[in-house]
């Protein structure tokens, strides 16, 4: 399964996106740990600073005799969340929030036994605490103060609440920065594809504007004398073929007289002489054929916007071309009310026509035709029950002078590979399009989309 890769432009959005995300995270996680560290930093020192003097002031309560120790503690626990406990050879006294001294650390209390200071963040009475412990000169006690570090973790919660807020706005408004970006960078290359598939449908004036850029005036000037040349080309090749095509006509029109003449006297030919004509005939009919389509290709090459558009009722044009024509009437399906659209009429009556040609001459006859409406779209639809098209071919009949598998046959009903060129270059006129599919039950099925006008 072949993986899709994400656009030029998204690619870059996403190249801003996550260069910001990259940048602000590395600048968040540098944020943290300065901010972090320091405001940890401070509140340990805080709370060694203000549980040195506390123990000063128990120590000289101690060598007076120990009378308002209680007193002392119970003033010394500045909140409810904070702890103070000594340990005296009578055991552990304390006050604020109760915690059990079996919560300490043993490390701890060993380097306050030995006269050494010790502090240490850790979880008791349910939430975070800074301890410090420290050896109390009277009575070899150990003092003990925890200060909450609820508050520090709530600003540390904040701090990184607004941290990761930072790093995925950042990266959002990366890539909004990087769309917008990408956009205008990219909008010479959006108006060079614009106009070059305008040159490629047909519009062969189609140009890029002019460029304020040097780069971009020098890509816009290539592509500009490109299309010209191109434009010039396609014109004189589109004059040769209804030059030939005019000068082809007078021989042809007296070949198709004189075979006229003959044709009223075949009474009087041989055998071979009256297959041999009939063979000519067959040809010159064929070749009066060609040349008509090729003079209507050649006029639409030079002049692809001649025509009289009007708003056209494509379900009364599709039974003034049916309803005339000799043989077996295909069924006709028409939606109510019919589908407008805005074209050339003479364009519309040659479509249908050539593909109930296409229907009569290699698919036995058209068995059904409709107009349906199809979201915003009218449909025209063909539908024989002959062999239908082969895959391969569904878009190469499409092509001047490609008649599939009839190619390289002669003879009377067979066509000159033209009629649906006219019918894809018409459709593709109108801002079309055409294409054939196999019919349900056996056969080919032509369809064509116009735009449709709203009612």
């Not at 996106?17 to 300065?34: E, H, I, K, P, Y």
């Not at 963040?121 to 070899?140: C, E, F, H, K, N």
């Not at 010159?284 to 002049?303: F, H, M, P, W, Y």
């Not at 018409?426 to 056969?443: L, P, Y």
Request: glycine fraction near 10%; include cysteine; charge should be neutral.
């Amino acid at each position: 399964m072949r993986v899709r890769r994400l656009t030029l432009r998204w690619r870059v959005a996403a190249a801003f996106g996550f260069g910001a995300l990259l940048l602000t995270a590395t600048l968040a996680a540098v944020t943290w740990n300065l901010a972090a560290g320091y405001m940890l930093r401070q509140r340990e020192e805080g709370a060694t600073r203000q549980a040195e003097v506390n123990v000063r002031l128990v120590d000289r309560e101690l060598r007076s005799g120990g009378e308002g120790l209680e007193d002392l503690l119970t003033g010394l626990a500045t909140s409810n969340e904070s702890s103070v406990l000594i340990r005296r050879p009578q055991g552990w006294v304390t006050s604020g929030r109760a915690v059990s001294p079996a919560e300490f650390p043993k490390p701890l209390l060993a380097l306050a036994e030995d006269g050494v200071p010790a502090r240490q963040r850790l979880m008791a009475a349910g939430g975070p605490v800074i301890a410090i412990a420290l050896p109390v000169s009277t009575q070899d006690g150990v003092y003990v103060e925890l200060f909450p570090l609820s508050e520090l973790d709530r600003n540390f919660r904040f701090l990184s609440g607004v941290l990761v807020t930072g790093v995925v706005t950042s990266g959002v408004l990366g890539v909004m920065v990087g769309s917008w970006a990408s956009r205008r960078a990219l909008r010479p290359l959006k108006e060079l594809t614009d106009a070059a598939s305008r040159v490629a449908g047909g519009q062969l004036q189609a140009r890029l504007p002019d460029q304020d850029d040097p780069e971009l005036a020098q890509l816009a000037a290539v592509f500009n004398s490109t299309a010209d040349a191109l434009e010039a080309r396609v014109r004189r090749d589109a004059r040769f073929a209804s030059d030939v095509s005019h000068e082809l006509r007078s021989p042809l029109t007296t070949m198709a007289n004189a075979g006229a003449v003959l044709q009223r006297r075949r009474g009087e030919l041989s055998g071979t002489a009256d297959r041999a004509l009939e063979l000519l005939l067959s040809e010159v009919e064929r070749l009066q054929r060609t040349v008509v389509d090729l003079l209507e290709i050649s006029r639409d090459d030079q002049q692809p916007d001649a025509g009289n558009d009007e708003t056209v009722d494509l379900g009364g044009l599709l039974r003034n071309v049916v309803e005339p024509r000799p043989g077996t009437k295909p069924v006709i399906e028409v939606d109510v009310p019919a589908p407008m659209v805005q074209g050339d009429r003479r364009r519309l009556d040659r479509i249908v026509a050539n593909l109930l040609d296409n229907a009569d001459k290699y698919g036995g006859g058209a068995v059904r035709v409709a107009v349906r409406r199809c979201d915003g779209w009218a449909r025209l639809v063909v539908e024989d029950a002959g062999p239908g098209v082969p895959e391969e071919l569904k878009e190469l009949v499409f092509e001047r002078f490609s008649r599939g598998a009839h190619a390289g046959r002669r003879g009377h009903g067979v066509g000159s590979g033209l009629g649906l060129a006219l019918v894809a270059q018409h459709v593709q006129r109108m801002g079309g399009r055409v294409w054939v599919e196999d019919r349900q039950g056996g056969g080919a099925r032509f369809v064509v989309e116009i735009p449709e006008v709203p009612l």
